[in-house]
């Protein structure tokens, strides 16, 4: 990497510096997702309908799970267990898992009616239906870190399967510590992660156009998304 | 019987779970009643016209 000296003006593609990695980096990154792509104005005609905001209402229920567990991690499991409103922030938490959880199944059978993995958006959906898997082991860590008889007893009901499938020797449901790090720091750092990866994908992609109907085909402009492409990679 | 588990379930959720057997399956009212809710709703998603805004043609 080169130090620079002058003014910090555009840099052309064709500079002294464009071989260097940062460069190579941000021309990718800029082809890939230029910034109308990231955040577009208007979205297609066929998104006019509510099968469409499963997907957002999902990531603002992620939002707040992330939002209310990042205020349950600041005052710590006291004041969660024993003041008015560290039961409220914990009840907020549990129900916006409830909702993410609502939404994202819905999202699901939605986009698993419209074949959403068609157009070349088999990355889109793998990493929604794998971000889903995972989600259900934060789940499972979430209530198994309740410190109650709930937990106590969804645990010793799942040693025996976890044990069954391998995973006890380094997964132990037994062992709160574990699970409570799992919880707080693994498992949602994957779930953010994939999410992430997962909206990329759409916006990279664009949004799975409806199915033509057999006569319909004249009317319905399903293929009027900027992004519909099938041999773009 | 099982409306009246059901209206049980839903007037008084401080108690024990209600549970519906069939066969091997078991299940919970509230989880019952929870994916029909989501049933309805994605039904309703599909079928209820989505407002546009004014002046938006595409």
Not at chain 1, 15 to 40: H, I, M, N, Y
Not at chain 1, 89 to 108: D, K, P, Q, R, T
Not at chain 1, 114 to 129: C, D, E, K, Q, S
Request: proline share 5%; charged share 10%; with cysteine.
């Amino acid at each position: 990497m080169s130090i620079e000296t002058g003014s910090p003006g555009p840099q052309t593609h064709a500079g002294p510096d464009s071989r260097q990695w940062t460069a190579r980096a941000r021309k990718a990154a800029v082809a890939a997702f230029p910034p109308e792509r990231l955040l577009p104005d208007r979205q297609p005609a066929y998104m006019a309908s509510w099968i469409y905001v499963f997907g957002i209402l999902t990531l603002v229920s992620l939002a707040w799970v992330i939002l209310t567990g990042c205020v349950l991690a600041i005052m710590g499991p006291t004041w969660w267990h024993m003041s008015t409103v560290g039961l409220f922030v914990n009840s907020l938490h549990l129900w916006s898992v409830e909702a993410f959880f609502f939404f994202m199944v819905i999202h699901l059978w939605g986009k698993f009616f419209m074949a959403a993995w068609r157009g070349n958006r088999r990355l889109t959906w793998i990493t929604g239906v794998v971000t889903f898997v995972i989600s259900v082991g934060a789940a499972f860590t979430g209530y198994l870190s309740q410190q109650n008889f709930d937990s106590q007893w969804i645990s010793t009901q799942a040693k025996d399967g976890i044990n069954a499938s391998g995973a006890g020797a380094i997964f132990n449901v037994l062992n709160f510590g574990q699970m409570l790090m799992w919880h707080i720091v693994l498992l949602p750092l994957v779930v953010v992660a994939l999410t992430g990866v997962h909206v990329l994908m759409v916006r990279r992609r664009g949004i799975v156009p409806p199915f033509v109907v057999e006569g319909d085909a004249a009317s319905s402009a399903p293929n009027s998304s900027p992004v519909e492409t099938e041999d773009d990679s | 019987m099982m409306i009246v588990l059901v209206i049980r379930a839903l007037v008084n959720l401080n108690g024990p779970g209600h549970y519906l057997h069939w066969g091997f399956i078991q299940i919970s009212v509230a989880n019952v009643l929870l994916i029909a809710l989501m049933v309805v709703v994605f039904v309703g998603a599909i079928l209820i016209p989505f407002r546009r805004g004014k002046g938006r043609n595409r």
